[in-house]
């Protein structure tokens, strides 16, 4: 059964049991109907813990239910019905109580959370704002300035912040059912609070709302459902509570079925699947004590960092004593970095640090069950690691090269055990960015395959498995990306407008910005060593300024000058007499032709990898460019927002 009544004394419990995370499905929300017409029938309850079995509460909406007509009881129903209840009922929370389940609580007199508990209305990352008075019932919980944040964000509450928020009634200590009922029973020998419709709220004057639109609309980055979000707040402070209800859900009816909420779904689902891949779901990975980084700059540490967060203990292998010296201190730079930013103590920052063995002896990874290469991009430098990799490693040790453009098979080559060796690319910061491209080998086991997706899980990172061609899935598309927005400044574009258009399509920054600040230097010296090899590289507009000296911001200047100790570009005369002669000036383009072309030039250069085999589905291309090159979440990614979505 999906919903169970039991009695404890004059307290009944209602316990949800829809694995795996009780999500609200049609079944759920009857049987919840059905419990508080049973309840309030039962002349001797007077309470009613509503609570949950299995990890978590009610986590949120059933998304096999996402893009269907709703069914019968509708959510809103629901909660004015339990919230009308005869009988007071009592919200125990563990686990997450997300989205529809936190609303459910709301609807709930009382709402009590275990320690580890999490509560939050994320809608708005799929495109829409809370439908079961999520906008209009929080604000007469917490106040209007704690609602704005709660609901516009997305982001949850831990149970103790909730609690000081005024969105729990009290963190339970120990057993969460029996504390529950306690707090039931000590509750009926008090007036009952007013029901959460009826409390009043308190309206913030216009100066609040003009400042909270500005701050949205900021963070939003052109996605719409925070900004309806924050309306739907407004209605719910300016406004009857019935007057508030109407119009969060025609708000949320309205979002339920535009692109931007399809688009989120798209994402949402891919997401969702990325970790598991189905050929892999019965594949035993290896599993995973103890890791190992070899090269301790940049790339290395932040690995490092991110294996340690997860809770592996790590050696860091470097060529010499200053080396391991400088790699603890990039690590040590991450971690102090962590702590001013408030993610970390100080004790678990040394504690990370602690669990750090640096060391220039190969023979110390003679017993961990993976090994990553971050060593400079360059083969030889690479190829030598693996030998020695070979020669102390366990024979059934993962050994991962992390390489852009290098291709994993000559880094390989002649390694003993083939079968266990394995691409996994990570993009910098390592510890921060959530993209993994898990690149395999022909001879790569399945094995070693599965270990590199459950690598991912530990790291809480979206792999995207991708095959071997120059630049993998996401540099590939970036190079054509670069490219065709340098077209565009031959046509005559300029350069800050095209900049400009990324950004008012939702990018961060736009490709220009984003050269200066990574340094064109980089595919400057990729482009050189083709050269070198006998490859036809054109030459290209980033090579005039890279041989001008013009190498980004780290030298001052690369497409945009900036002044000493500014990151602000600023459009160059300079820039403009050295590209001169490649420049033909053309026709205009407004900042959306600009984007929609550079948008069908990324997604061109995706058809293309699908057509080769190199990844098997548009959403992988989308992941790899949202999560690993700032497109707009909220677009879909490049394949989605240009229709391609097979």
Request: glycine share 10%; hydrophobic share 50%.
């Amino acid at each position: 059964m999906t919903v169970t009544i039991a009695r404890q004394g004059e307290i009944a419990t209602v316990t949800v049991d829809n694995p795996p995370v009780n999500a609200l499905s049609a079944a759920l929300r009857q049987g919840l109907w059905d419990a508080v017409e049973t309840l309030d029938a039962d002349g001797s309850v007077a309470a009613v813990v509503l609570v949950c079995a299995g990890r978590t509460f009610i986590a949120g909406a059933d998304v096999t239910e996402f893009g269907k007509p709703p069914v019968p009881p509708h959510l809103p129903d629901l909660v004015d019905r339990i919230e009308a209840a005869a009988k007071p009922w009592v919200a125990a929370i563990h686990g997450s109580a997300l989205g529809g389940g936190l609303e459910v609580a709301m609807g709930c007199r009382f709402r009590v959370a275990a320690q580890g508990a999490s509560l939050g209305l994320p809608e708005v990352s799929l495109g829409i704002v809370p439908g079961a008075s999520g906008t209009v019932r929080t604000p007469r919980l917490v106040g209007v300035p704690a609602a704005v944040e709660l609901v516009t964000s997305g982001r949850p509450l831990r149970a103790a912040q909730a609690a000081e928020a005024g969105l729990v009634d009290a963190v339970i200590q120990g057993d969460l059912l029996e504390g529950a009922v306690a707090f039931a029973r000590h509750a009926l020998t008090r007036p009952l609070p007013q029901p959460t419709s009826a409390r009043p709220v308190a309206a913030p004057d216009p100066a609040f709302w003009a400042e909270q639109e500005k701050a949205v609309a900021k963070a939003a980055k052109g996605a719409a459902a925070p900004l309806r979000a924050l309306a739907c707040l407004r209605k719910a402070a300016e406004a009857s509570f019935a007057e508030a209800m109407a119009f969060e859900r025609e708000t949320f009816l309205e979002l339920r079925s535009s692109e931007q909420a399809a688009a989120l779904r798209h994402v949402f689902f891919a997401e969702r699947a990325a970790p598991r891949p189905a050929a892999l779901r019965h594949v035993e990975p290896l599993p995973l004590r103890r890791a190992a980084v070899v090269g301790g700059g940049t790339m290395g540490a932040g690995i490092a960092a991110a294996l340690r967060d997860a809770g592996l203990p790590v050696v860091l292998v470097e060529r010499d004593d200053e080396a391991v010296a400088r790699g603890t201190a990039n690590l040590r730079g991450i971690f102090d970095g962590a702590v001013r930013r408030g993610k970390l103590t100080q004790a678990q920052a040394a504690d990370r640090l602690a669990g750090v063995t640096g060391t220039t002896d190969y023979a110390q990874l003679a017993d961990v069950d993976l090994v990553i290469e971050a060593v400079f991009e360059e083969i030889g430098v690479k190829r030598a690691v693996f030998d020695r990799l070979a020669q102390v490693c366990r024979p059934d040790a993962v050994l991962a090269t992390n390489t852009s453009y290098l291709d994993p098979r000559a880094i390989a080559g002649g390694l003993p055990g083939p079968e266990r060796f394995i691409g996994l690319h990570f993009f910098s910061p390592a510890n921060v960015m959530k993209l993994l491209e898990i690149v395999p080998v022909p001879e790569t086991s399945e094995r070693t395959l599965a270990t590199g997706f459950a690598l991912a899980r530990l790291l809480k990172k979206i792999p995207v498995r991708a095959g071997i061609c120059e630049g993998f899935i996401g540099n590939r598309i970036l190079k054509r990306y670069r490219a065709a927005a340098e077209a565009l400044v031959r046509q005559g574009v300029a350069i800050a407008e095209i900049d400009a258009a990324m950004r008012g399509h939702g990018f961060a920054m736009g490709p220009f910005e984003a050269q200066d600040l990574g340094g064109l230097d980089i595919a400057f010296l990729q482009r050189e060593g083709a050269r070198a090899a006998g490859q036809a590289v054109p030459e290209t507009l980033g090579d005039i300024l890279v041989r001008a000296g013009r190498k980004g911001q780290k030298t001052g200047g690369g497409w945009y000058d900036y002044a000493p100790g500014e990151r602000r570009p600023q459009p160059s005369a300079l820039v403009a007499a050295l590209l001169a002669g490649a420049i033909t000036p053309g026709a205009a383009m407004d900042r959306e032709a600009i984007a929609a072309h550079l948008v069908a030039e990324m997604a061109a250069e995706g058809q293309a990898i699908l057509d080769e085999g190199v990844t098997q589905t548009p959403a992988d291309i989308d992941l790899v460019e949202i999560h690993g090159y700032g497109f707009p979440r909220w677009r879909g990614g490049p394949m989605f927002a240009t229709g391609i979505r097979g």
